[in-house]
């Protein structure tokens, strides 16, 4: 179809609605650095120095940009995680009151009446209500209260530690953004927002194998050969725990030691579902393991890397838990936004 040629009126609209661009703010500093006369370079010319003067301008813009995007996400995911730490650090505020409780009885266990007691707290002089297990002695009730104060305050412990470590870590999400906003070379910019942003699998690892924090204990996996060995060598401790599957290959985990601190069984069984996931029984679904400090490993004479033979050894059977191993995903993607 032919175009129809535009009315001088309505080349006059278009003019004024989209005008030609004058390019009139480089005219200074063309003929000021280059001593030409400005007015006599063409159109396109005028649009390839613009180009050329802006580039590294509009590049930076561009990575700016980008960093501004990798920052939101990591952050959101980082405050999410951190609202739902803080959030269950509210089921613990009231780990005092399971103590008190646990007192409460022991002082007037002899007014109980079947599975309940009565009686005014000394504390407040208010009247309470406190369930019991009629099956139990008064000193057996107590125990239950004082035990649920044990693994209240222990998990407030470790909470406090997982909290802390999520502050940190969005501070330090917090100082690199800043840095690149800071950053006025193109060149570097690209290099921090392209390193921030790598696969996580070509990312620069503090140590081999996999990393995981849960409820303030530190378990390590190495899936290899080489990354046991490599933990072996240069990441464990004497004190640190040590598991693997028996009578399967697989790979070693590692449960970091904490100072006065035992590991409590459910870390050791999340720790127990890692061997059983990276070794040849995952098929079966379960296998039985053996465990023991590292300390009390040797290193098989003239045997292949990494392998090494325990002592003092204690057994552990693991059947592989659903739950438990959707909550170590959930944290090993977790991490990789830190």
Known sequence: MAEQALSAEERAAALERFPVRSFSE?????????????????????????????????SRESLLEQAEKWYNVKHS??????????????????????KHTGDLILAYGAQAQGNALDCVDYD???EVHIRLDASLSVQGNAAVYYEQYKKAVSGRE?????????????AALDAEYNAMLREKSVIKLEQLLRHDTA???????????????????????????????ELLRHTVRGSDMWLHTRD???????????????VPLDILL????????????????????????????????NGPKGLVLPTQEKNLFVKLDDARLR????????????
């Open 327 to 338: 909550k170590l995903d959930e944290i090993e993607k977790s991490q990789a936004v830190l």
């Open 124 to 126: 407040t002089g208010e």
């Open 199 to 229: 696969p996580k699998q070509k990312s620069e690892k503090p140590h081999a194998g996999l990393h995981y924090e849960l409820d303030g204990w530190t378990i390590l996996v190495g899936r290899t050969a080489a990354e046991n060995d």
């Open 270 to 301: 999340y720790a127990g579902n890692l061997a059983v996931y990276h070794s040849k029984a995952r098929r079966n679904g379960e296998a039985d393991l053996y465990y023991t400090q590292v300390k009390y490993l040797r290193r098989a004479k």
């Open 26 to 58: 480089l005219k200074e500093e063309y003929e000021a650095s280059r001593g030409g006369e400005f007015d006599s370079l063409s159109f396109n010319e005028k649009v390839a120095l613009f180009y050329t003067e802006h580039a590294a301008k509009l």
């Open 158 to 170: 470790d909470l406090l530690h997982d909290i802390e470590l999520s502050k940190r870590s969005i």
């Open 77 to 98: 995911k980082m405050e999410g995680a951190l609202k739902k730490l803080l959030a269950k650090q509210e089921d613990f505020a009231n780990a005092d009151r399971l």
């Open 248 to 262: 399967y290959a697989g790979g070693y985990v590692f449960i970091k030691a904490r100072k006065d601190k035992t």
